[in-house]
C-alpha cells in the first residue's frame, strides 16, 4: 500500500446531528425564516454596486408594466 499511497490518507467527518436538527426539520427552517421577495444592496462594505441598488418588491420596465420580485435578489445573486 505504500507504493500506491505514499502519504497517508485524510480523513474527513461529518458535524453530529445537534438538537436543532434534531426538533426543527430543514423544510420547517426555510418556511420560518425565509427572507421576503424583495431586491436590494448586500449590504458589503467594498461593493461596488450597493450604492446604484434601491430596496424593491416591485418594478417596472420601459413600457410602464408593474412586475414583482420572485427570490431575494441582491448585488450577490447569481446572474
Same mark, same amino acid.
Given at each position: %500500500? #505504500?507504493? /500506491? !499511497? +505514499?502519504?497517508? +490518507? &485524510?480523513?474527513? !467527518?461529518?458535524?453530529?446531528?445537534? &438538537?436543532?436538527?434534531? &426538533?426543527? =426539520?430543514? #423544510? =420547517?427552517?426555510?418556511? !420560518?425564516?425565509?427572507? =421576503? ?13 450597493? +450604492?446604484? %441598488? %434601491? ?13 414583482? /420580485?420572485?427570490?431575494? /435578489?441582491?448585488?450577490?445573486? +447569481? %446572474?
Amino acid at each position: %500500500m #505504500k507504493n /500506491v !499511497f +505514499p502519504e497517508p +490518507p &485524510l480523513a474527513a !467527518f461529518r458535524r453530529d446531528c445537534n &438538537l436543532q436538527d434534531i &426538533l426543527v =426539520h430543514k #423544510k =420547517h427552517n426555510r418556511i !420560518f425564516f425565509r427572507v =421576503h421577495n424583495r431586491s436590494g444592496p448586500c449590504g458589503a462594505q467594498r461593493c461596488a454596486i450597493c +450604492p446604484y %441598488m %434601491m430596496e424593491a418588491e416591485k418594478f417596472r420596465d420601459t413600457t410602464g408594466k408593474s412586475y414583482n /420580485v420572485r427570490n431575494e /435578489v441582491t448585488s450577490k445573486s +447569481p %446572474m
